[in-house]
């Protein structure tokens, strides 16, 4: 069964910084794009940033660039996010999703991914 598992959520102070981490099983990992969302109660799941395994490109939202930075490890089957000057805005369950392809869909289109794990909750706090 593919699917990821995503950790390293945790409660911090705005301004602090966080790196999570997802691991893909039961596929074929370099042949994806895998992104990660993020989720709060009572809205739709949103686009953080995204990464092709094959190629190394990469692609955030405005609101997490030049603060978030996506990584991958092929060797580890492994995605992270290191997050800093967390603001309140960047709470929620952060999930882990994977498009097949080199190349990484728009952001706005969470139903382009798949593969989601139980996701990992971030709080941050003022």
């Known amino acids: 069964e593919a699917q990821f598992v995503e950790f390293g959520g945790e409660s911090v102070r705005a301004g602090g910084s966080l790196r999570l981490s997802c691991v893909g099983s039961g596929f074929t990992f370099w042949q994806y794009s895998i992104g990660w969302f993020r989720q709060v109660p009572g809205k739709e799941r949103e686009g953080v940033s995204c990464?092709?395994?094959?190629?190394?490109?990469?692609s955030y939202a405005d609101s997490v660039k030049g603060r978030f930075t996506i990584t991958s490890d092929r060797t580890k089957s492994a995605v992270y996010l290191q997050m800093n000057d967390l603001k309140s805005e960047d709470a929620g369950i952060y999930y882990c999703g994977a498009s097949y392809g080199r190349l990484c869909p728009p952001l706005r289109r969470p139903a382009s991914f798949g593969y989601w794990g139980r996701g990992t909750q971030v709080n941050v706090s003022s």
């Open positions: 990464i092709s395994i094959l190629l190394g490109s990469t």
